[in-house]
């Protein structure tokens, strides 16, 4: 009999990472891992996940993927931020409470400003405020406290000035008037997305698992057209596709079926699998890379550090419109799909600037 497979550990894994930290308090339950993939820009920001893994392996296997997501996120958005992030383990329903979190703030202390946690899938602002008293390296936090609210508004102002430009690329100019957008997920971002696309004059379809979010969507904006499903809707008429629900947008059906000529939408991790990326180039579909046009919300949170104001931080998110540009010059200069080049320019920025803190100061 073969012995069972042990999962790799952290180390033989070879990712790259920094730090990993494994925090427990057993009275409230806490089992968190907080991930730092690199801090060569600056402090490591990214979200607190809360959910409820299968096992502890989905949850280092998240956090690691996550924390690398977030590194090149902020590199290719400009910020002088490293990449990090978080997960606590377990169901936020039963188990999140005060000193909970004020215990997973202690342990965020204790990396004394070389991780700064945020909300995310599970986390919301209130609950920064909680892990802002027992620490200082917080963002999101309410309004009430100072910050900067519901990131979704910048998130998708983001996505659609990545749309913009990939319009431009494809047709000529910079809108998208006229042009059929469909988008898969109409919640937070989705739903803000649909009102600039309804601004700039598309013609834009919605599908949700969620009849309440549709509902919405069209109670705004009437014109708006809905589908049953995301199938129906990657197989439709469309110019434009903006997948703004769960990741794993992107799998070989879809990109089979699909007639859009543009792909841009909010969802993280779009790309189902490695080589999708070619799949979608071979087919003359044109890629804008998940994590360069949804950097908006990050933008709006590492704003926060410097006191926020909203329009500096759309400022700063307008210029997702020029990233975007370079983006897909540098993917033609260079013959590769988008999301490499995406790759290349964030991995350049955190060699070259990076590097820089290597030059002795004398302090
Ligand atoms: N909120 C942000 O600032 C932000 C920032 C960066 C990236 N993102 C990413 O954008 C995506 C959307 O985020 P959000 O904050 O709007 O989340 P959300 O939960 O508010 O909205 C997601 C919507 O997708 C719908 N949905 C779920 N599964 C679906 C399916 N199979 N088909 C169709 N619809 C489905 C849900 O019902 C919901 O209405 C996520 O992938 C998130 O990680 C969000």
Excluded at 24 to 50: M, N, Q, V
Excluded at 104 to 117: I, K, M, Q
Excluded at 265 to 280: M, R, T
Aim: proline share 4%; charged share 20%; aromatic share 6%.
């Amino acid at each position: 009999m073969t012995a069972p497979q042990q999962p790799l550990g952290v180390f033989a894994r070879g990712t790259g990472h920094e730090q990993v930290v494994f925090c427990h308090d057993e009275p409230t339950g806490l089992k968190a891992i907080i991930a730092i993939y690199s801090t060569a820009l600056g402090p490591a920001l990214g979200g607190t996940r809360f959910y409820p893994y299968a096992s502890e392996q989905d949850a280092l296997e998240d956090v690691l993927n996550l924390s690398r997501g977030m590194a090149y996120k902020a590199a290719l958005a400009g910020l002088d931020l490293g990449g990090g992030k978080a997960v606590i383990i377990g169901d936020p329903a039963k188990l999140k409470n005060e000193a909970l979190l004020r215990a997973y703030g202690r342990f965020v202390e204790s990396l004394d400003g070389r991780y700064y946690t945020a909300c995310d899938v599970g986390t919301f602002s209130e609950d920064m405020d909680h892990i802002a008293r027992e620490c200082s390296f917080v963002t999101g936090r309410t309004v009430a406290h100072g910050g900067a609210g519901d990131s979704s508004v910048l998130t998708a102002f983001g996505v659609f000035q990545g749309m913009r430009a990939a319009a431009e690329i494809t047709w000529g100019t910079p809108t998208l008037h006229g042009r059929t957008v469909g988008v898969a997920g109409v919640g937070k971002v989705g739903h803000h997305l649909v009102t600039h696309l309804v601004e700039d004059g598309a013609d834009v379809v919605v599908t949700d698992v969620n009849p309440e979010a549709v509902a919405r969507v069209q109670t705004e904006h009437p014109g708006v057209r809905a589908v049953d499903t995301t199938t129906e809707l990657v197989a439709g008429d469309l110019d434009v596709y903006a997948p703004c629900a769960l990741g794993g947008a992107l799998d070989d059906a879809t990109v089979d079926v699909l007639r859009a000529r543009i792909v841009c939408g909010a969802a993280n991790n779009q790309l189902a699998h490695e080589g999708i990326e070619k799949s979608l180039q071979d087919r003359g579909i044109l890629y804008a890379p998940d994590y360069m046009v949804n950097a908006g919300g990050l933008i709006q949170v590492a704003d926060e550090l410097e006191g926020f104001s909203f329009e500096r931080a759309k400022q700063r998110a307008a210029k997702i419109f020029d990233t975007t540009a370079q983006v897909f010059a540098l993917a033609a200069d260079e013959g590769v799909p988008p999301a490499v080049a995406a790759d290349r320019i964030a991995e350049r920025r955190m060699n070259e600037v990076g590097r820089l803190r290597g030059i002795w100061l004398g302090r």
